[in-house]
């Protein structure tokens, strides 16, 4: 009897044991290997780490956090400052969390930088993007200096400045851009483009006629491929085909009626040499942005699926899947926006992915709109702007119905509808 409830409390024990050393084991592995097309992005594969369907991946970058919660073991990084960085992941697993970490090697630096112009207010911006391991000194031409990993600047009065970067390591590496700048007094002038670009040819197409606000008779459009002009006049198109896989920095200038640059544009654009590592898992997307170039359109139409996937976007750590049509996204914040899409296969894999960093602008002005019903009346209604600030035009839309052009009422009164259902109301500055 005794030798029994011994050998019942031992296997009690025992599996107890089991049953937390089962509880709390769990190890986080990853392998960093360059991209075969981009050797400055790194992909990440965590799948050794033998989580769950439930594990979350934490990801940091030289002590910080680059994602959180990731549902996937897959991730990409992309890095624009050479020397060594240290990847660190933390996996979470019920109760259970490990760490491990691994160091790259990212060679180059380039203080090269791109300007967006909104008649004084010019952006800058560098061209491969910010590290936190990296210091940015601004010098804007007329005295006036700046450190940050972007710059911004109102210029006083119009004239021709030369901009500086200066872009200083910590492995040492050390480098300075400077571009000369003609700086325009004109306010009626907005350069935008949309453009396509096939992924598997490389050509490339920019059309500026829908969204850029210039004097139509008296304009000019110079097109820059990686600071070298390619076409030049009154052309508001421009085509040209990629050759080589790389980044490549797509700008517009639209000179004023002075024939001054009165506004810029650019776009970065990767293409990947027309390489299709699986031609049934390929991810694909384009980016457009909106008129005040604080949001892009994302189309990922494409994109080849394989049977029974989907596609997983990753905007800035957020991950949702793809709605299966364009759509516009927006961000809380200006500045680089890291986005990613990963082609998923049946069993929740994913099979390729790819990254496109994009910069978006801090919004030029507001829309604000507040809407009252008018004294004396069941179905009149006053649509008052005057909240948007110091707009110089006001257009009015009824159910997406132009109602009136850009017009210098901030208020309107309105009779919708003469049976009261649903309408929408919408106000562009």
Known sequence: MKKNLLSHFLFGIMLLLSQISEAQICTACFTATPDSNNSTVINLDASCSNGSANAVYDWYVDGVPYLSFFPLPYFQIPFYIS???????????????????????????NAGFTTNQFGGLVYFYPNYGWSSSATYSWD????????????????????????CCILNTVSGCSDTSCQVINVSSATNCNANFIYN???????????????????VNNYSMDWYVNGSLNQSGSLTSFNTTLSTIGLYEVKL?????????????????????????????????????????????????????????????????????????????????????????????????????????????????????????????????????????????????????????????????????????????????
């Not at 060594?84 to 933390?90: A, R, W």
């Not at 804007?140 to 901009?163: I, L, M, W």
């Not at 507001?366 to 004396?376: E, K, R």
Request: proline share 7%.
């Open 83 to 109: 020397g060594q960085h240290t990847i660190q992941l933390f996996i979470h697993d019920g109760a259970c969390t490990d760490s491990a970490d691994q160091i790259v090697n990212i060679a180059g630096c």
């Open 140 to 163: 804007y031409g007329d005295g006036t200096t700046s450190s940050g990993s972007s710059g911004s600047h109102t210029y006083a009065a119009p004239g021709t400045y030369t901009v």
């Open 197 to 215: 670009l096939n992924p598997f040819t490389g050509d490339f197409l920019a059309d500026a006629s829908f969204l850029s606000f210039y004097n």
């Open 253 to 429: 200038v639209l000179s004023d009626t002075n024939m001054i640059p009165c506004d810029s544009m650019s776009e970065m654009i990767y293409w990947n040499g027309g390489i299709v590592n699986n031609p049934l898992c390929h991810p694909c997307f384009s980016t457009n942005f909106n008129p005040t170039l604080d949001s892009i359109f994302l189309d990922a139409s494409c994109s080849v699926i394989p049977a029974g996937g989907y596609l997983l976007w990753n905007i800035n750590g957020i991950t949702f899947p793809d709605p299966g049509v364009g759509f516009m996204q927006g961000f809380p914040t200006w500045g680089y926006q890291n986005v990613s899409l990963f082609a998923m296969d049946s069993n929740n894999v994913a099979c390729d992915s790819l990254f496109q960093p994009v910069y978006t602008y801090a919004p030029p002005c507001v829309a604000c709109l507040t809407v009252t019903q008018a004294a004396a009346s069941s179905s009149d209604y006053v649509f008052d702007g005057a909240c948007s600030g110091s707009a110089n035009s006001y257009s009015w839309f009824v159910d997406n119905v132009l109602l009136q052009p850009q017009v210098p009422l901030n208020s309107i009164t309105r009779l919708p509808r003469v049976a009261p259902i649903p309408f929408a109301f919408r106000l562009w500055t």
